[in-house]
């Protein structure tokens, strides 16, 4: 019988350390794209198509920094130290809320922090909780 880290590597065809790697560099990506979009100018042709999707920008913030604060929580081996990273990514928004002041037609908005915050607070709350849920805990605990 195989295990269960077996039957998962099997399911998906790569060991669970690649699929760790995959993700942290999904992340770097959904890292450089955040910061990408939150310093263009506002009459860049990216953030016009953004503008025309018709979703609400905090809604888009909080996205964005769910996913952000989700990602390591859930994949960085120590809980620890993957919460304090995904928590990390309330200090990122705001400094990209800052350096908004630079790039031309945007300005630094503190509802977009707090939606930014929020998003933080519910991706790391939930990347836990799918932890939690995992039994992942209770394998590190009884080693």
Partial sequence: MLRKQDK??????LPPETRHALILVFW????CCVVIGSLLPA???VMVAVGRMHISDKVQHFC???????????TVQDLRR??????????????L???Q????????????QIANTLG??????LARGCRYGSGAWRKREAA
Avoid: H, K, N, Q
Wanted: glycine share 14%.
């Fill in 8 to 13: 998962l590597a099997a399911r998906f065809g």
């Fill in 43 to 45: 009459a860049s042709s």
């Fill in 64 to 74: 964005a920094y769910l996913a952000l604060s989700f990602l390591p929580v859930l």
């Fill in 28 to 31: 770097a990506v959904l890292i």
């Fill in 120 to 125: 933080v607070v519910c991706g790391v709350l």
């Fill in 97 to 99: 809320e800052l350096g």
């Fill in 82 to 95: 993957g919460t304090a990273i995904g928590l990390s990514m309330i200090v990122l928004g705001g400094l």
């Fill in 101 to 112: 002041t630079f790039s031309p037609g945007r300005s630094p908005d503190i509802r977009d």
